[in-house]
């Protein structure tokens, strides 16, 4: 079945400072990829998506390219802040509509000033 | 506002005490699912409906019922909670499913002692 594998945190930054977060994806098909971002004692929100090949998602300063050659969507972020501190989870879902989000375990970032 | 509404937020129980956690969004989405978030586990999904009367098992479905009477309301069951039910439950409603990613609720704790 379709999966997901991100890089183990927890990760901790200084302020600034750049960030990665990789993220691979094995799936039958095309799916479209998403990172979701959870704040402490918050839910998950959408940070930013990619339904196709190249597709580049873009949300406060994060980016994420879908690489369909290389399986990835790893998460970018040039410079970042305290307020980036939170857990980031990595997931995908079936363009057919009739599957879920399969999410991967999640990263925890912790960025300090 | 455009939300996905969970109640209650923190609850506590004994087992083998039913229970309901309501969750009730606001945009018309056909699709609605409940997740269960674990530490090292990430989120897993318990149950789906992609439309009012069509509900069908996720990854994790044991000792949980679901309901989708109305396009609204996606309640979640317990009929007899044990302990390795306490977890973190998010609920979230998607129009699609797919590339249109999906809009998550807040959250209920769930201790079960």
């Known amino acids: 079945g379709d999966s997901v594998t991100q890089m183990e945190g927890p990760v901790t930054l200084s302020e600034e400072a750049f960030l990665t977060i990789n993220c691979t994806y094995t799936?039958?098909?095309?799916?479209?990829l998403f990172w979701y971002v959870q704040y402490p004692g918050e839910g998950l929100q959408l940070l930013l998506k990619?339904?196709?090949?190249?597709d580049k998602g873009s949300n406060k300063g994060f980016e994420a390219t879908y690489r369909k050659e290389t399986t990835s969507f790893h998460l970018e972020k040039g410079s970042v802040q305290v307020s980036d501190s939170a857990v980031y989870f990595c997931a995908l879902s079936d363009n057919s509509g009739n599957t879920p989000l399969v999410f991967g375990k999640g990263t925890r970032l912790s960025v300090i000033a | 506002e455009a939300q996905v509404t969970q109640n209650p937020r923190y609850l506590i129980t004994v087992t083998g005490k039913k229970l309901t956690v309501t969750c009730s969004q606001n945009m018309n989405h056909e699709y609605m699912s409940w997740y269960r978030q674990d530490p090292g586990l990430g989120l897993r999904q318990i149950y789906y409906s992609m439309n009012v009367e069509v509900t069908d098992k996720g990854d994790v479905p044991e000792g949980y019922k679901v309901s989708r009477k109305e396009k609204r309301n996606f309640p979640l069951i317990l009929e007899s909670p044990s302990p390795n039910q306490t977890s973190l439950y998010f609920c979230a409603s998607s129009p699609g499913g797919g590339i249109y990613g999906y809009t998550f609720g807040s959250g209920t704790r769930l201790t079960v002692v």
């Open positions: 990619a339904t196709k090949a190249d």
């Open positions: 799936a039958t098909g095309y799916p479209s």
